[in-house]
């Protein structure tokens, strides 16, 4: 069975650029999550969407960050402009969507803002 | 007081032994409770979910205890492969889908 997919993997680019992150949540998944992790901050949420629609954005650091699920397979985290600050591994895990049950995660997307 | 609290370790353990893990959480209407590990550089996964009755999976043993508001992993006869970094994961409830994030537990498995 597909697990959660990211893409890219990795990804450097020069700071004023904008970045696009994408997630595949896998299949019956309800719920998606985007998280940042750094070492300085751990992993920290930033949105999650049911059936979705986002139900807390509290965790968008800023209006540089948005995010959208246009279906419920595919969902982008945008940063726009990124700054070498934004630097962190990205993951988008997903569930059913129930309180009982774990998330799963992608493999992550490794961001590098230079 | 942070909603779910780990010791961050490291725990330096030797092959073989046996190494037990706490995990503390805030909020006595929290609902689903889970622990996960992560190594460098990779993605959290899942390694059991913690029932109020107790669960083992293999060498790994999970407890709760609602009263006192604690997790508990325990890992025998340790693998070199066990080293990593343990999440202790608690869902607050209230129709929440949400997942509240302990800091984690570092531990290194020495030969």
């Known amino acids: 069975d597909a697990g959660v997919i990211q893409s890219p993997r990795h990804e450097v680019t020069e700071m004023g650029q904008e970045v696009t992150l994408r997630c595949k949540p896998i299949s019956g998944h309800n719920s998606l999550f985007w998280y940042r992790q750094t070492m300085m901050r751990g992993l920290e949420l930033l949105i999650y969407?049911?059936?979705?629609?986002?139900?807390?954005d509290s965790g968008m650091p800023e209006d540089r960050f948005s995010a959208k699920m246009p279906n419920a397979s595919f969902s982008t985290l945008k940063i726009q402009p990124s700054e070498p600050r934004d630097s962190a591994v990205y993951f988008c895990?997903?569930?059913?969507?129930?309180?009982?049950?774990?998330?799963?995660f992608g493999d992550g997307t490794r961001l590098s803002i230079l | 007081r942070k909603e779910v609290e780990q010791d961050p370790g490291p725990f330096n353990v030797p092959e073989g032994a046996t190494v037990a893990f706490n995990c503390t959480y805030s909020n006595s209407a929290s609902q689903s409770f889970f622990w996960y590990r992560q190594d460098c550089r990779k993605e959290p996964k899942l390694l059991m979910s913690?029932?109020?009755?107790?669960n083992e999976d293999g060498r790994f043993t999970a407890q709760l205890n609602r009263a006192s508001q604690y997790i508990s992993l325990l890992i025998r006869d340790s693998k070199l492969s066990d080293s990593a970094t343990y999440l202790c994961v608690v869902n607050p409830g209230g129709g929440n889908y949400q997942l509240i994030w302990g800091a984690g537990t570092k531990l290194i498995i020495k030969p």
């Open positions: 913690v029932y109020s009755s107790g």
């Open positions: 969407f049911n059936n979705n629609v986002p139900i807390d």
């Open positions: 895990a997903s569930t059913l969507g129930q309180t009982n049950q774990p998330q799963h």
